[in-house]
């Protein structure tokens, strides 16, 4: 006996049961012998013990029970399933064991209609009379007959035969037979109901057809007299009411059902319980709160008249979708929000464990998904549901909410509604808190099909979806779009060409027509494509309108979603991030130069989120990825591929550069800098392509070290996005190797070089200017170290001396590099410095350039190069200074002008306040010259004077109100430095 009774004892524990041996002794005292597959199938219960001790109680009052759980087995996992999961209803069972026999029968969701009359029918009342009269007392009898209906309900939900939004609308629905049973014996103790129409409205997740098993019912009363005598109507309709919500909630021998909670009603506890159709409307339009609006997103007519019910969701339900028009709706709502998280906080104990209102809870969830609906419902009607789920589908077919967002947010919905229903049938007890203890946890586990050890997995699941609710939420919730949105005009929203034509013509733009063509054409048709558009437009126009050029922005835009519309990161990257789909609009009504730059290569749109994004590359990362490019196409037939994947690495930098430029992320001297690095990197890349191609054609390695020597603006880190590459181009023989071919095979590398920059492509071209080499270009293209070395030490005139300060040798073999500044480093820096007659050739040399290289017809003083006091000016004053003082000042050894400048302050060479006034004026001839290609795509030196609207763009552009004000700054500017360069180049008093 010992043996049999170790070995039950085993098995017991094997199938799940927690106190093998409680079960043991329960099982022997048993009136009922229970057999092996009914063991088995209280071992796959969610509690095993808690099954096995609510089947005993029922085979106490029932012993014939077994019979028929032997022979049906639905009905046994029905049965197994509610006392495993709720002790509730297993006491509940023990007290009617009759009720067994709702668990029977096919899985069938009975219909509301259905419910109705069974409720009405238990209390007494005829469901067939339009104003049903129940009996006074029938409070037990509808508490029997819904739980029965409850049990009904449990047994199909925890055997998998309902899913959970199955069982949030039965139960909506078996709320509203209920409330409707309760009025019918209300109506019993009220005999002047008849004075009075009343409809009870639905509010909260009664109205919303998503109840849980335990939750208050939340409700709105609205009545109507049927004589016209509104005073005697409304205080019979206050009395119906109350009396309704006593028979719904009040405790009997057979408990209570639910509260029934009127606070949501206007005014709430402080208000009359009752109020006519006309003072509810009175009331909403006059002094309702944001959370009022938006709890009537979930009113629903659930019982009385039904036909005053749908009247008052009729004159209420716009007068939600206007409250989501006001000023403060978003802030309300998120200060809602807020208030409820610190509420939370405050409870201490509680916030881990609850699954409503915890971070990443059910409250999340239907806060984000009511506040999309307010801000997107007034233009779009399929908004409207009640139901989270169904609003949830909503948005996502309608675009507002990401595919993938939509279904994790449902998903995890889902998971959370279906563990409340398991928490809460366990004592049907109005609960939110996950349990603490181990045992409950097990039970949860058990109960959604966990293996293993169910407590952790549950945890963890349960972890993980509230982390993704959360991170959906806040996107969602606090999206800046959203405030953007709801801040519209209401007839703006939906953006009709009546309302687009309209605003098109407040916002100033030139062609209203063309622009509403390319709206259509955003805008047309049902695609998720099209309604993603169609809400991002209306605050487009407007971002497009407060830059220089809204036509230009528009036409951009629609080029653009042409070419990326159908990739799915697009449009949802501009819907939920709106500093993206903001400074993708400032920039296409800006610049066509970036617009241009976009348009070949869209996904340049991904980098606009993220300001470090936009900041230039390192030099060594670019020089890394374009390198490493040119390696992976190495043969001959390779060699255009990778210079032309270079030059789409050097097209979206330009991009970076320009965008960081445009939206006010970077100085001039970054700029600049950023600028001359791409064109560093390019050069690099494709010397080291040519070098491939040709010694691939040789088969070998080509006889000749080669280096690239920057020159001007290139050689000073001064380029601009117009600028071509001034360079010298220089070889030495490898060892062993003739000179002649040492020429020929650089020439023929220069020569590649030269050409696989030059070939047709959809990037920006970089001109190659070799004419600052010696002889200009009557001189060879190519000259090996000596040569220069012999040229410089015989040949060599001031001017070049002074082009020479801004040689780079950066490119191409470093110690051919090194030794090209050591030939330069005299020439350029020559010792005692330059003589009186060189400064005197050098000023003479100056004066002839402004003279005889200015374009005919211009305003000299609006050339920003060789005009009065522009770059030229500076540049020449810098120069001088090195030319004259660089010998025996290290840090005037520099190629870089504004470096130059700082440094003769440092040494007393030049004040302070003219270096300042030199370098003010060389920063805003730069900054007006890259914003002059920024804005027409086009390079100029002059400020744009006989175009309105161009010199109008760069100005704001660069931050002036108005383009006088640009002219006027600038003037000053060219003034004051010119008065400088009159005085320390020209050496005037």
């Not at 009997?252 to 006309?278: H, M, Q």
Request: with cysteine; proline share 5%.
């Amino acid at each position: 006996m010992s043996e049999r009774r170790t070995s039950l004892t085993a098995r017991l524990a094997r199938l799940g049961f927690t106190d093998a041996s409680a079960a043991e002794r329960a099982l022997s005292s048993s009136p009922v012998p229970l057999d092996d597959p009914l063991l088995d199938a209280l071992g796959g219960t969610a509690d095993p013990d808690l099954a096995l001790s609510g089947l005993l109680r029922l085979l106490e009052a029932d012993p014939g029970l077994p019979e028929r759980m032997a022979g049906d087995s639905l009905f046994t996992r029905r049965l197994l399933a509610v006392l495993g999961v709720s002790a509730t209803l297993g006491e509940y069972l023990a007290r009617h064991p009759e009720q067994w026999n709702v668990l029977t029968g096919p899985p069938e969701r009975p219909a509301p209609d259905r419910l109705r009359a069974e409720l009405l029918a238990a209390v007494g009342a005829d469901p067939g009379d339009p104003l049903p009269v129940g009996l006074a007392d029938g409070q037990d009898a509808l508490r029997v007959a819904y739980r029965a209906r409850l049990l009904d309900l449990a047994g199909r939900d925890l055997t998998g035969e309902a899913d959970v939004r199955e069982v949030a609308g039965e139960l909506a629905s078996l709320a509203d037979a209920a409330l409707e049973a309760g009025l019918a014996i209300a109506r019993a103790q009220v005999p002047e109901h008849t004075l009075c129409r009343l409809a009870v409205i639905g509010m909260g997740k009664s109205g919303g057809g998503e109840l849980n098993y335990v939750s208050d019912v939340d409700v709105v009363f609205v009545a109507e007299p049927v004589d016209g005598h509104e005073e005697e109507a409304l205080r019979a309709a206050t009395r119906l009411a109350a009396a309704m919500m006593r028979a719904c909630s009040d405790t009997t021998p057979e408990g209570s059902l639910w509260e029934v909670d009127a606070n949501l009603r206007p005014e709430g506890k402080s208000g009359p319980l009752v109020r006519t159709l006309a003072s509810h409307r009175a009331y909403y339009e006059r002094w309702a709160k944001t959370w009022e609006f938006q709890a009537l997103l979930k009113a629903r007519p659930v019982a009385g008249d039904l036909e005053l019910g749908r009247d008052y969701l009729d004159a209420l339900s716009p007068l939600v979708w206007k409250a989501a028009a006001g000023e403060s709706f978003i802030s309300d709502v998120q200060t809602m929000r807020r208030r409820v998280e610190e509420h939370l906080k405050e409870r201490h104990g509680e916030v881990e464990r609850q699954l409503k209102l915890g971070p990443g809870g059910l409250r999340d969830v239907e806060f984000a998904v009511q506040l999309l609906q307010m801000v997107h419902g007034r233009a779009d009607e399929l908004l409207h549901s009640p139901n989270t789920l169904d609003a949830l589908a909503a948005l996502s077919e309608g675009g507002y909410v990401g595919r993938d967002d939509a279904a994790e947010l449902a998903e995890a919905y889902r998971f959370l509604r279906r563990t409340e229903h398991l928490i809460q049938l366990h004592h049907l007890r109005r609960t939110h808190l996950v349990p603490a203890d181990e045992a409950g946890l097990r039970r949860l586990g058990r109960a959604l099909g966990l293996t293993g050890d169910p407590a952790v997995q549950f945890t963890e699941l349960w972890r993980r979806h509230s982390r993704g609710v959360r991170r959906i939420h806040e996107k969602l919730f606090y999206r800046p779009l959203l405030v953007a949105v709801a801040n519209l005009p209401g007839e703006e929203a939906r953006l009709t060409p009546e309302a687009a034509r309209a605003r098109l013509l407040a916002l100033g733009y030139n062609d209203p027509a063309g622009a509403l063509r390319h709206i259509e054409a955003l805008t047309r048709g049902v695609s998720r494509r099209a309604a993603i558009q169609r809400t991002l437009l209306p605050v487009m126009l407007g971002w497009f309108a407060d830059a220089p050029d809204p036509d230009a922005g528009l036409l951009g835009f629609r080029r653009v979603s042409d070419a990326l519309g159908a990739t799915p990161w697009y449009l949802r990257l501009l819907r939920d991030d709106v500093a993206v789909a903001e400074r993708m609009a400032r920039l296409l009504a800006s610049s066509a130069y970036v617009t241009d730059l976009l348009l070949r290569a869209p996904d340049g749109v991904k980098i606009l989120g993220d300001e470090a994004s936009l900041a230039p590359r390192p030099l060594a990362d670019l020089r890394a990825e374009a390198l490493a490019v040119v390696g992976r196409h190495g043969d001959r037939e390779k060699a255009e591929h990778a210079v032309a994947a270079v030059r789409a690495i050097r097209r979206r930098e330009l991009f970076r550069t320009a965008v960081a430029d445009l939206l006010g992320l970077a100085e001039v001297r970054t700029v600049s800098e950023a600028l001359s690095d791409i064109t560093a990197v390019t050069l690099e890349a494709a010397l080291t392509a040519a070098v491939n191609k040709i010694e691939t054609e040789r088969r070998e390695p080509i006889p000749a070290r080669l280096a690239i020597v920057a020159m001007g603006r290139f050689g000073g880190r001064e380029l601009g996005y117009g600028s071509d590459a001034d360079v010298m181009f220089v070889y030495e023989a490898v060892e062993g190797a003739e000179d002649r071919q040492a020429h020929l095979a650089a020439h023929s590398v220069v020569e590649e070089l030269r050409r696989l920059l030059a070939l047709p492509a959809p990037e920006p071209p970089l001109g190659i200017d070799p004419n600052l080499r010696p002889e200009g270009k009557s001189g060879p293209l190519v000259r090996s170290l000596s040569s220069y070395a012999a040229y410089y030490g015989r040949w060599s005139s001031a001017w070049e001396s002074q082009a020479l300060l801004r040689a780079a040798p950066v490119i191409g073999d470093a110690g051919l590099c090194e030794r090209f500044a050591e030939v330069i480093n005299p020439i350029r820096w020559p010792e005692g410095g330059v003589g009186e007659q060189d400064v005197q050739h050098i000023r003479r040399l100056k004066a002839r350039m402004e003279a005889e290289r200015l374009p005919r017809g211009v305003d000299r003083r609006l050339h920003l190069k060789l005009g009065p006091g522009g770059l030229s000016d500076v540049e020449w004053v810098a120069q001088l200074l090195q030319l004259r003082h660089a010998f025996e000042v290290p840090e005037l050894r520099t190629t870089e002008t504004l470096s130059a400048l700082e440094a003769a302050v440092e040494y007393k060479l030049l004040t302070a306040q003219d270096a300042r006034t030199l370098i003010d004026a060389w920063c805003l001839a730069t900054r007006i010259r890259g914003a002059v290609m920024l804005v027409r795509g086009r390079a100029s030196d002059l400020l744009p004077t006989d175009h309105h609207r161009e010199r109008t763009a760069v100005s704001r552009l660069l931050g002036y109100p108005g383009s006088g004000d640009l002219l006027e700054d600038w003037r000053r500017h060219a003034r004051h430095a010119r008065e400088v360069t009159e005085r320390v180049f020209y050496g005037t008093v």
